[in-house]
């Protein structure tokens, strides 16, 4: 149970640093792939490549922590 709650607070903490310093990052959510539709009365916005950079980031990090592990 202890693990548990060190690995939830370390996930809400990254989580939180991300949410402050993400709009510092350059290029960050403005990528080629990213959908951005701005018409009168109208945004829509969908970072699509954002997304999957960051997907493939957060899964080379996690496959080398579970090496790590064992």
Known sequence: MGKSLIIVGLIIVAVGLFLHFGP????LGKLPGD???KREGFQFYFPLMTSIILSILISVIIYFIQKLKG
Do not use: G, N
């Open 24 to 27: 510092k990052i350059p290029y």
């Open 35 to 37: 959908i951005s539709i």
